[in-house]
């Protein structure tokens, strides 16, 4: 399965499922290409499914579906899920499960050239493409004539051709604007993150619950200060600065509704959370996933509105100091979907 993410409304992986298509391979070699319209595939779930509680509350939705079947923050959870719901919906069972949020695909049609779109003869360029998907979200066939196109533009061209195609999915999946996970664990041990593993990791996943692209909309920027006391404690304070410039609230654009969830190492203590100068400690939730601790936080950002949300806390590892000295490592993980965020970071020594 080959999916598109729109991420100009940000989700855990990347961005809203937009478009669906199966890639067949037969007896090793490329076999069809065949985009799915998604409208179609929903109407044949004939059982409910319990979404979770963020998706039921936070985004409204009674049932949950494969188009926001991309909720967990590791893309082999969310793949499987998806696996899952299209297993149900379309009968038939993958080898895998590849993803393209906009950045990729508008990296790959500057690569491939132009695309006409066969019944519309409308021109995608990498020019326009983002303006194009975002103006024309909620048409489906255009999805569906953009996804075939760009596949079998990719996948059936000249083979003179596969050299800047390849260059293009090496630099999305090392900025994360391309995911993938297999079912083959030897092809997949060569392409696994393992950062989930990091000691002392930090990790933002936000989800745009507000049924808009304001993601097109926002800047954000993040610096994180590390205190270190006499007997190795440390605290880590991280400020995320957002600015919706979005001009009102009329779709595209409009309010910023975020499910912010923050990934820190595990048994770690939250100290305080404020968004603006509101107090927001008492509001958090708190729990562990994947090896971490995770707080859990909604909030919404109006149009023209700069908000900075500030966590402070304390992790549970100390710093070992010998001679004075100490090797300290903090992996701040960027989330799918978003492009290159401005990051600071100052040491104890004062050193940025």
């Given at each position: 399965l080959v999916f598109?993410q ?5 989700r855990?992986?990347g961005?809203?499922?937009i478009s ?5 391979f037969?007896?090793g070699?490329?076999?069809k290409v065949?985009?799915?319209n998604?409208?179609?595939l929903?109407?044949?779930l004939?059982?409910h499914?319990e979404?979770p ?5 936070d985004?409204?939705?009674?049932d949950?579906?494969l ?9 082999s959870?969310?793949?499987k899920?998806l696996e899952?719901?299209y297993?149900q919906e379309?009968?038939?069972s ?7 949020d ?5 990296d ?16 995608i ?8 998907v975002?103006?024309?979200?909620s ?5 569906v004539?953009?996804?075939q196109?760009?596949l079998n ?6 083979s ?8 293009s999915f ?7 604007h ?5 079912h083959?664990?030897r092809?997949e041990?060569?392409i696994?993150?393992?950062?989930w593993a990091k000691v002392n ?5 936000e989800a745009n619950?507000?049924g ?7 800047d954000?920027?993040l610096?994180?200060v590390?205190?270190?006391?006499k007997d190795g ?5 991280l ?5 919706n410039?979005?001009q009102?609230?009329?779709w595209?654009?409009?309010t910023?509704k975020n499910?912010l969830?923050f990934y ?7 100290v305080d959370l ?17 090896g971490?601790?995770?707080?859990s936080i909604l909030?919404t950002?109006d149009?023209?509105?700069t ?9 549970l590892?100390k710093l070992?100091i010998?001679n004075?000295?100490?090797?300290f490592?903090?992996n701040?993980i960027?989330q ?5 965020d ?8 004062g050193?940025v």
């Amino acid at each position: 399965l080959v999916f598109l993410q729109d991420n100009n409304e940000l989700r855990p992986t990347g961005g809203l499922i937009i478009s669906l298509a199966l890639v067949s391979f037969e007896g090793g070699k490329l076999k069809k290409v065949t985009a799915l319209n998604l409208v179609d595939l929903a109407s044949k779930l004939k059982t409910h499914i319990e979404p979770p509680k963020e998706i039921k509350n936070d985004l409204g939705q009674k049932d949950w579906t494969l188009q926001d079947s991309n909720w967990e923050s590791d893309f082999s959870a969310s793949a499987k899920q998806l696996e899952s719901f299209y297993l149900q919906e379309g009968g038939i069972s993958v080898d895998g499960v590849v993803a393209l949020d906009l950045w990729a695909v508008t990296d790959l049609v500057g690569k491939i050239g132009e695309l006409t779109l066969p019944q519309s003869g409308q021109k995608i360029s990498s020019d326009n493409l983002f303006q194009q998907v975002v103006t024309k979200a909620s048409k489906n066939e255009f999805l569906v004539s953009l996804t075939q196109e760009l596949l079998n533009k990719t996948f059936f061209q000249d083979s003179s051709g596969w050299g800047m195609s390849i260059q293009s999915f090496q630099k999305s999946l090392s900025q994360k604007h391309m995911l993938v996970y297999l079912h083959d664990s030897r092809l997949e041990a060569l392409i696994k993150d393992d950062n989930w593993a990091k000691v002392n990791r930090l990790s933002l996943v936000e989800a745009n619950f507000g049924g808009n692209k304001a993601n097109f909309f926002l800047d954000r920027a993040l610096s994180v200060v590390v205190s270190v006391d006499k007997d190795g404690s440390i605290s880590q304070k991280l400020q995320v600065n957002y600015t919706n410039r979005s001009q009102n609230k009329i779709w595209p654009g409009g309010t910023y509704k975020n499910r912010l969830r923050f990934y820190v190492p595990f048994g770690s203590k939250l100290v305080d959370l404020r968004f603006g100068s509101d107090d927001l400690t008492s509001k958090i939730e708190t729990f562990s996933e994947y090896g971490l601790t995770v707080y859990s936080i909604l909030f919404t950002i109006d149009p023209g509105q700069t908000k900075v949300v500030t966590i402070d806390y304390r992790l549970l590892n100390k710093l070992k100091i010998e001679n004075g000295k100490a090797n300290f490592e903090l992996n701040v993980i960027k989330q799918p979907g978003t492009d290159r965020d401005p990051l600071t970071i100052r040491l104890p020594d004062g050193q940025v």
